[in-house]
């Protein structure tokens, strides 16, 4: 379990988008700041982490706990939260953006008392950030936020400019990682590229497919350590990487999504679906207002 150390091969910030500030500014991507939803981007260096499988059961948790939740799929042109949902939508956030529906027609209603508005997959045209796509995204979240308490960007894997935008968007970023090398690697990638180009003070991460109790707050302790020597803010501090905590291996988790089920929903007992559960009670604590 060793953290990723500073090479020549690690990506520095593309120079393409703006920090963010304080107040809301639709043209430079910045957090949409709103007295509605707690906007929240769900994101990952790489992919096959979990990183819609947290998605989905968090936003169950929370609504379990009495809050109104939206999971918007970012994953623009491989979307792949309907799957994980058991949904079949005839309608996805591809026919709001080219004025073929309306928003509400998309907003679907979830088993697990969330809403999701699902994306499309297979679509090339979304692998990079076009102007219409941009301003598009921004009037689906802008439109959406009043009616929420919080938002689950699930963004898509890695640091193309689409996912640098969605997550721009957010107030808050959790990196979901796994202990495998490549992953922290790719982890720490992302990481360094949102402290640097969105003046991140602090990012939120979660370990998935832990092994042993405590992996992943020794493997926060790591990163940390790394991104003291190499990542600074625009403040010139540290970036803060805050554990909101593991979710261990479990084989229920392979048997929930094999059969498109929700794991907190089907197996609440299970451990994951109760690392879940844990996880969902550390947001609220921390970033959430009390349920009403």
Known sequence: MAAPTESPSMPDAPPVASAPAAASSAQDGRPIQST???????????????????????????????HRVLVLDADLGLANLDVVLNLYPKLTLHDVITGKAQLDEVVVPTPGGFSVVLAGSGMVEYSRLTPEVRNELLRVIEQLTPHYDVMLLDTGAGISDVVLFSVSLASEVLVVATPEPTSLTDAYAAIKVLAAQQDRQH?????????????GRAITSQLQQVLN????????????LIHMGDIPADPSVRDAVMRRQLLVQHMPGSPAALAVSQLAGKFESTLLPPAS
Do not use: H
């Open 229 to 240: 020597r190499f990542v600074a803010t625009g403040s010139g501090q540290p970036l803060r």
């Open 36 to 66: 509605g939803a707690r906007i929240v981007a769900v994101t990952s260096g790489k992919g096959g982490v979990g990183k819609t499988f947290v998605s989905a059961n968090l936003a169950a948790a929370l609504a379990r706990r009495g």
């Open 203 to 215: 990012i939120r991460l979660v370990v998935n497919q832990t092994a042993r109790p405590g992996d």
